[in-house]
């Protein structure tokens, strides 16, 4: 009897242990299958809804670099506009043979913007953020005279001042939300870059 009963104690806990396995299997291949999922949902998403261009130019360095790859979320500003400090893709004056620009948001609709020595200046106020953080202006083009932001219009920078064509330059001025493809958002590995969403420039 002592026999039998330690043989069925050795088979219930042969019986647990398979049951515990199975259990876990059947939870990993669950995973792995909601991960597959998200990963073709993305994938879709992006094909839909989503853009990839190439910078043009140094005028982001060092958040991008010339030639790098980013994503565009052409979804992001269909009921909300830009934010300041979003990094935004257009076409300026809507001119669909040009390539896409990339650029920062500095100041937004209802907003008067001007530059005096060099420095940003919004609603009269010098940005401390950007003390230290960018070059001085070396060319205030047309802002160089307060502009007053109507209803969906922007003002642009580039991250390198000093070598950007931007909402300073005649031909390009502020940016309307029909000029913008979308928001900037992800960054792909390019030579030492790393693959990453974009985040807002901060002093380090």
């Known amino acids: 009897m002592f026999r039998k009963r330690r043989r069925r104690s050795s088979l219930t806990f042969s019986n647990r242990r398979k049951n515990a396995t199975q259990a876990i299997i059947k ?5 792995l299958g909601v ?15 989503g853009m990839q261009i190439g910078t043009v130019g140094d005028s982001m360095d060092p958040v991008l670099y010339n030639g790098q790859k980013v994503l565009v979320n052409k979804l992001s500003y269909i009921i ?16 669909s043979n040009s390539h896409y620009y990339v650029k920062r948001v500095v100041a937004v609709p209802g907003e008067k913007v001007q530059i005096i020595d060099g420095s940003l200046y919004i609603n009269g106020t ?22 007053k932001l109507e209803k969906g219009e922007y003002f642009v920078l580039g991250d390198n ?44």
Do not use: H
């Open 161 to 204: 001042r000093n070598s950007s064509e931007d909402s300073r330059s005649a031909n390009i001025g502020v940016v309307k939300s029909n000029m913008i493809i979308g928001k900037v958002w992800f960054k792909l590995k390019s030579g030492d870059n790393k693959a990453g969403l974009i985040l807002k420039r901060s002093k380090w």
């Open 27 to 31: 939870e990993v291949f669950s995973w």
């Open 126 to 147: 010098l940005q401390e953020d950007d003390d230290g953080l960018y070059d001085k202006m070396e060319d205030e083009g047309i802002a160089a005279n307060e502009i």
């Open 35 to 49: 991960t597959a999922v998200a990963v073709i949902c993305a994938l879709a998403f992006m094909a839909a809804f």
């Open 80 to 95: 909300l506009g830009p934010k300041k400090g979003d990094i935004i893709a257009f076409l300026p004056n809507g001119n």
